[in-house]
């Protein structure tokens, strides 16, 4: 064959754009997800930029307009534009739910570790877990509202501190099955000492679902962090997040039903978006799912 010839024949896709059409075809539900999140991600942080409208501004003679050109989500019971208070409100609700997500999967990365190998200590942080457990997470973030005053921060302590026990029982049951392996028991034969055998022969093998819960996690705390500032117990009012902005709208549904539609619609997208993207992250990174098929 011909040198020319040769160069005709189609050349085959190099390794790592074969594997990225792969992961499309086989997860478009992660694809799709982690798209809307990116989107979402983005316009909370070129607010300024798509709005040039303060939404703190209030002006009582444009009040309660409906959704126009000039106004395009309409305007609350004090003027202010809802739109940019959308756009900003998601810069609150992002940013709670990712941190959430972060200080959860830290937090119950560690105590779940030493827990589920220190035999002894399992006994005493569960029993204390199962009673955070009982509790329902929103009851038990209002009720760590009611004792302290209403900030974001505030408001990420206090649904992280009802997210963590389900990341522990989650950390606890992995190193439960994972420190009767062999490869441990021999690390354990050899003198290893324990933070090592933690470090190295247990918590790589705890990443992936992590990974997966801290996305579900993510979704609940954006969704309690609206519940609570729905009902008077989260972010200020004077900060706008998608939870306070329904909030306030909530005795103007039958008149201005526009109020609550838009933030709960980002709400709801943003949510489904996120919990997409976990579920493609569980079948892509569970060694059973990927070799059925």
């Known amino acids: 064959m011909s040198t020319a010839a040769i160069n005709d024949l189609p050349k085959p896709a190099s390794p790592s754009r074969q594997r990225f059409r792969d992961m499309l075809r086989r997860h478009p539900t992660a694809i799709a997800g982690g798209t809307v999140l ?11 930029w798509l709005t040039s409208v303060d939404p703190q501004e209030v002006s009582p003679i444009r009040r309660l307009r409906p959704p126009s050109a000039e106004f395009w989500f309409g305007s609350d019971m004090l003027g202010r534009d ?14 709670i739910g990712i941190a959430v997500a972060l200080l959860s999967t830290i937090a119950g990365l560690a105590i779940g570790l030493i827990t589920g190998y220190v035999r002894w200590l399992d006994a005493i942080v ?96 954006m969704i309690t962090e609206a519940i609570l500032s729905f009902v008077g117990a989260g972010t200020p009012p004077n900060i706008p997040s998608w939870g306070n902005i329904m909030a ?18 980002f709400l709801s997208v943003t949510v489904l978006a996120v919990n997409l993207l976990g579920d493609g992250m569980r079948d892509a990174l569970d060694p059973r799912l990927a070799r059925r098929m």
């Open 38 to 48: 990116l989107v979402m991600i983005l316009v909370a942080l070129c607010a300024p």
């Open 126 to 221: 569960m029993r204390i877990m199962d009673g955070l457990m009982s509790i329902p997470p929103v009851l038990l973030a209002i009720a760590l509202m009611a004792l302290t005053r209403a900030s974001i921060e505030n408001v990420i302590v206090a649904i992280t501190l009802a997210e963590v026990p389900r990341v522990v029982r989650l950390v606890r049951g992995l190193v439960l099955t994972l420190r009767e392996q062999p490869y441990v028991e021999a690390a354990v034969a050899a003198g290893t000492k324990l933070p090592r055998i933690l470090l190295r022969h247990i918590l790589p093998n705890t990443v992936a679902p992590l990974l997966v819960q801290a996305t579900y996690v993510c979704a609940s705390a």
């Open 248 to 265: 306030e709208a909530r005795s103007l549904f039958q008149i201005a039903g526009y109020l609550i539609y838009f933030p709960g619609i």
């Open 82 to 95: 809802v739109f940019s208070r959308v756009i900003y409100g998601a810069r609150v609700s992002l940013s």
